[in-house]
């Protein structure tokens, strides 16, 4: 299972971005992006990567403007972490995985005053971002951000926002990544500080859920940023089944 999912991260981080081999490693770039979130490398199964497969991979990254970054399931190349550590690397984050299998979903009520609504126009996706970006703590998104979450939502991305009915204002929102080879990861939940402990992030997390599922898929996944969302998480029917290592680069450039 680690497996097949660690293909559908790296066929997903490939979608649309620039691809680079860079030793036993896949560098994703984002054009349009600096963030380091949408820029980062997955290595292959049962890597041993060299120091010069190391200074490579750095390579990769820096000579296109970017921070060097992996994200990856680690139970899948134990001896990758080790070696970039003794290469510059910092573990920046280990995160759990979580999984809801079919069938395990839990009801999650949308608050009253509430509604959920799919982005139909570029105008709402503009909304959708800037409500997640705030939840991130992240600036504004530009309206390349907006153009490029826009072809992902006509290419299959399931995206929703949770809108107050009275005001109109978007609170929060998410998506569901394109079902591939019957996997989608629910991602970006993200709800507005003014609108939190209200039971909208449970509600848009169950809402992409079940969306993905209908789509088609039969193992949908996301990580949790802490143990709050974690909680979360698990009142919707998700489970902790593995984790992921985030390694990012503090050594001299």
Known sequence: MSRRLQEYMLASASSGREV?????F????????????????IPDPGAEP???????LVEAFTSRGRAPRLEYLPGLAPAVEPALLAAGFVVADRLPLMQ?????????????????????TEADVAALLTAQYEAFGEPAPGPEHVAANWAKAAQGQIQVMAREIASGETAGGGMAIAVRDGISEVAGIGVRPKYERRGLGAAITLHLTRAAFAA???LVYLTPGGEPQERVYA????????SVLFLSYEGAL
């Open 20 to 24: 680079v081999r860079a030793g036993p």
């Open 100 to 120: 809801c299998p079919p069938g395990e979903d839990r009801d999650a009520p949308l608050p009253a005053g509430f509604e959920l609504v799919a982005p139909q």
């Open 50 to 56: 060299t120091p010069a497969d190391a200074a490579a």
């Open 216 to 218: 088609g898929a039969t």
């Open 235 to 242: 009142r919707v029917g998700y489970r902790r089944t593995d």
């Open 26 to 41: 896949t560098v994703t770039i984002t054009a349009h992006d600096s963030n380091v979130y949408v820029n980062y490398a």
